[in-house]
């Protein structure tokens, strides 16, 4: 990231701080909050260039990263993790790429089941021969489709997957369209609630070309285990690297209904996340009850060494 501007007025910005005697931002922004008189310009001029100038160092970073230009919602929480880091879930994904793709079967297809504005759907596309997104959600929808001209390889389809096909009716939350699910709303005036069209995977007819499918990322807030008991015999057929995001309140006595589900179909190998800045994954026998943002099933031994 480029840093030579912030290095340049950072002096600048700490002389005119100084007769506040702050203890850093993050009490400034504290005492702001309980009395914004005193701190109007700070506030309203200097941490408004600061978060301008980062921003747009950031934006540079991943352009020469080569990170892909997605579109995205305004105030949208994974609109802003893009600008951030360059893509949203960035560790997750690296850890993927560098751990896992590798050791699967080259040339396979990948199934993204809540495929979201598209952000894995469109780095997915660079490993596997073919990408098919599934995603219900109308406003998600509209920018899955423009992100997904990015990559030829990409084939989005406008409905969720669960155990039957059937309408499903949930909250979708004002500024977070990953959130969107039955209990989703905090009480915001602007979340709304929107109907889902489902179907179950083993009764879809996808266009695989004769390939196996070899990873498939299920992140459906909560909807995880009717979404692997409407896949059983595709999972069956395929055996592909699940990866699932699972919430540590479906979490009791070490398992959870999306993990029972897959154990049922064979998985009987799991994977967590490393806590801590390396993206690696480490064998799990039984999940705590804590949020696990990338959870690793397979049905037979992954190499993590």
Not at 24 to 39: E, F, Q, S, T
Not at 96 to 124: M, S, T, Y
Not at 129 to 146: G, M, Q, S, T, Y
Request: aromatic residues 8%; contains cysteine.
């Amino acid at each position: 990231m480029e840093t030579s501007g912030l290095f340049a007025v950072w002096p600048l910005i700490l002389l005119i701080l100084r007769p506040w005697k702050t203890s850093g931002c993050a009490a400034n922004l504290i005492l702001a909050k309980r009395n914004p008189a005193p701190y109007s310009f700070p506030m309203n001029f200097l941490y408004r260039a600061l978060f301008k100038h980062l921003m747009l160092s950031a934006v540079r970073s991943h352009q020469d990263a080569g990170r892909p230009a997605l579109a995205g919602y305004a105030f949208d929480l994974i609109t802003a993790k893009i600008h951030l880091d360059g893509r949203f879930a960035h560790r997750e994904l690296s850890a993927l790429e560098r751990h896992v793709f590798p050791q699967l079967e080259k040339g396979g297809i990948c199934l993204d089941v809540g495929a979201n504005i598209g952000n894995h759907a469109v780095n997915f596309a660079g490993v596997f021969d073919h990408v098919h997104a599934f995603e219900p959600n109308e406003k998600a929808l509209d920018l899955l489709r423009i992100n997904a001209r990015l990559r030829p390889n990409v084939t989005v389809h406008p409905v969720g997957l669960s155990d039957r096909s059937h309408v499903l009716e949930v909250i979708q939350p004002a500024f977070n369209l990953g959130g969107t699910g039955a209990s989703a709303t905090n009480g915001n005036p602007l979340d709304e609630k929107v109907a889902l069209q489902l179907n179950a995977l083993d009764e879809m007819q996808l266009p695989l070309d004769g390939k196996r499918i070899t990873f498939m990322k299920i992140d459906v807030e909560g909807h995880e285990p009717e979404v692997i008991r409407g896949a059983a015999q595709t999972l069956s057929d395929h055996s592909p690297v699940l990866g699932i995001e699972v919430d540590r309140r479906s979490v009791q006595d070490g398992s959870s209904p999306a993990l029972d589900a897959a154990q049922a179909l064979g998985y009987t190998h799991m994977y967590a996340m490393r806590r801590g800045r390396a993206a690696r994954f480490r064998a799990v026998d039984r999940p705590t009850a804590r949020n696990y943002p990338l959870l690793l099933l397979s049905k037979s031994e992954l190499n993590f060494d």
